[in-house]
């Protein structure tokens, strides 16, 4: 979608009614050009009604991520995040590689990054990730290891463990994970995780941890899918809001990363701390 798009979809954003004209007012542009932007939205799937002497309404609004929302769910040191929210990016997990050099990873200031809309999101073994304009939560969050690479062994499941475990506050259950990076539900997709590594194999190393999670697809965004997927609200009938479940997520990473770091995936396996982060989760 082009800028213009974007900035129609945050007028309509309340679910009524608005006219062209008004539209082409408020954006200080003409009506052809709010008739082509729409156009275009309506072209990735969004579903925007249009009635006769009424004017245009989206039928479905998203609720939008919410910085301050977010955060607010961080139970302490909410300052720790540079948390960047967009409308629309290529991919989080490139955002992070090409804007945030190694010296912005020092875990007091962790960058995170977030989009409405992923044009080309990133799958494991080069696969693509599709999503539509808010129907989902894909982010990445960048992290310093002092160790070397060859230390984080088991970081994708303490990532998918960590996903699970947010999901089981929220009371969604039943959810399996899938080595290495696949979240289930039915035997179907319903997040994933890629993680990139930059660094030395005997330290410091620097991830970005990508994450998306599907909340409500659009019919579009499903008939474009190789893959067999699912999304929260088909499994629950629940519409959550995204902003809850990511300043969850955030926190819960927050918390295991340290931990990872100090003792790894090993040492954690071993004395039953995996086990009881996993609680009633499951590996598929």
Known sequence: MNVRAFSILRLLKDGEFQS?????????????????ALKNIRSCGIEISKIRGRGFRWINPISYLNNDLIL???????????????????????????????????NNCIP???????THGRGRAGRSWHSGFGDSLTFSLGW?????ASSLSGLSLLIGIAIIRVFKSFSIGNVS????NDILFDNKKLAGVLIEL???????????????INFKLSDYIKSSLKQIATDLFSITGVCFDR????????LEL???????????????RMNGVVIMLMKDSQLA
């Open 243 to 250: 902003n809850l479940i990511f300043g969850s997520l955030l």
């Open 198 to 212: 930059r660094g030395e194999i005997i330290g410091p190393s620097f991830v970005i941890i990508g994450i998306g």
């Open 254 to 268: 927050r918390n295991i990363l340290p931990v990872f770091e100090e003792y790894g995936f090993s040492f954690l």
């Open 144 to 148: 310093r290891f002092e160790k070397g």
């Open 112 to 118: 995170v990054v977030a989009t409405e809309l992923q």
């Open 72 to 106: 607010s769910c961080v139970l302490y040191k909410p300052n720790n995040f540079c948390l960047i929210i967009c409308d629309v990016i290529d991919s989080t997990n490139n955002f992070l590689l090409k804007n945030f050099e190694k010296q912005h990873y020092n």
């Open 20 to 36: 062209g004209v008004s539209l082409a007012k408020k954006l200080n542009c003409s009506r052809s050009t709010i008739s082509n």
């Open 177 to 180: 994970l899938k080595w290495p």
